[in-house]
């Protein structure tokens, strides 16, 4: 029996694992998404199953986690699908995992951006020695050393192949296969996606028409924050009182951000753990913007899409992050002025 698994850890680690299930599935007897639920993340009944694939609840941090990250090692996969290559627990997976092919799925802007780090070599000591300590902790143990090695992405000998939604904005250093992540359009496949997520269709938003709809990031910089409660303000002014504001909040948002909001912008607050992704498919001739959320990717071609990063102050942080556009159908802006309905 063929099977492949998927381990997720965030709401769109979720929903890009059932858009790739949906691609592989004729190749696969059994495809197992794992659902590792935290306190503000995946922390609901996800527990899911169609045709040959199931998907299960499962909390982070518990010994159920380590026994199915050990029964996956010793049972055998043909693919393991990974979204974090740091994760201490997806580390010893894939060192254990020898005859195993090890997929790396796009997490965030990660595999576009052209990391700054200075004192890189140190970090990666620290990175590593944490790391260690956390595997130490489940009471597992790697026989050889692994540098965690987070800021050279997919640098992993144990990676064989990326899956990525604009490759060809990737720089392919390491030589990995390569492969498209399948963009959201399959009617089916949405249905599933909203009873996996538990969202309503037609009672998910309001209005659905002529609305400016925010992807909020959960960026602990104060001078960030300020930046952008005055960029909404005065897109609230440029395209009047009247038209309806959503801002989609982080899942990690603390509830000063939730209340500013509301208070400053007059906007609809939308605070679930339900992927961005799910509802700007549901908008028509409306304004999608964010500082540079991966929601915005996957495209509508009935929107517009903006990034305003460059309206954002970057402090040391930022640029060594340094967030790029991989993509057509974002316009990364430097006015306000440039966004139009």
Not at 19 to 44: P, T
Not at 268 to 287: G, H, T, V
């Amino acid at each position: 029996m063929k099977k492949a698994v998927f381990f997720t850890y965030t709401e769109y680690h979720l929903l890009t694992s059932y858009i790739i299930q949906k691609e592989i599935a004729k190749q696969y007897d059994l495809i197992k998404i794992y659902a590792i639920a935290s306190e503000k993340r995946l922390n609901f009944d996800c527990n899911y199953q169609s045709n040959n694939c199931e998907i299960i609840s499962v909390k982070m941090d518990s010994a159920e986690l380590v026994d199915i990250v050990n029964k996956t090692i010793n049972v055998g996969v043909e693919k393991v699908f990974i979204f974090n290559e740091d994760e201490p627990l997806m580390v010893y997976l894939m060192v254990k995992l020898k005859k195993t092919k090890i997929a790396l799925v796009q997490d965030g802007l990660k595999p576009y951006t052209k990391v700054n780090k200075k004192h890189e070599f140190i970090s990666t000591i620290r990175n590593t020695i944490s790391g260690y300590k956390s595997l130490f902790k489940f009471g597992l143990m790697l026989n050889s050393l692994y540098l965690f090695e987070i800021y050279k992405y997919a640098s992993s000998k144990q990676i064989t192949e990326i899956w990525l939604t604009n490759p060809e904005s990737f720089e392919n250093k390491f030589n990995k296969f390569i492969k498209t992540i399948p963009v959201l359009s399959n009617e089916n496949t949405k249905i599933e996606l909203f009873n996996i997520f538990k969202l309503n269709s037609e009672k998910a938003l309001g209005y659905t028409s002529n609305v400016i709809f925010y992807v909020h990031q959960a960026l602990p910089y104060d001078e960030f924050k300020v930046e952008e409660m005055n960029l909404l303000k005065d897109l609230r002014i440029k395209m009047g009182e009247n038209c309806k504001m959503y801002i989609k909040i982080h899942p990690l948002a603390n509830i000063d951000v939730k209340n500013s909001f509301v208070r400053e912008l007059n906007a609809e607050i939308i605070e679930n753990m339900i992927p961005a992704e799910l509802y700007i498919l549901q908008l028509k001739k409306s304004i999608v913007l964010s500082a540079w959320s991966t929601a915005l990717l996957n495209n509508n071609l009935d929107c517009k899409f903006y990034y305003t990063m460059n309206l954002m102050p970057w402090n040391f942080a930022i640029k060594q992050l340094n967030p790029y556009n991989p993509t057509q159908h974002i316009k990364t802006i430097t006015s306000i002025n440039q966004i139009i309905f």
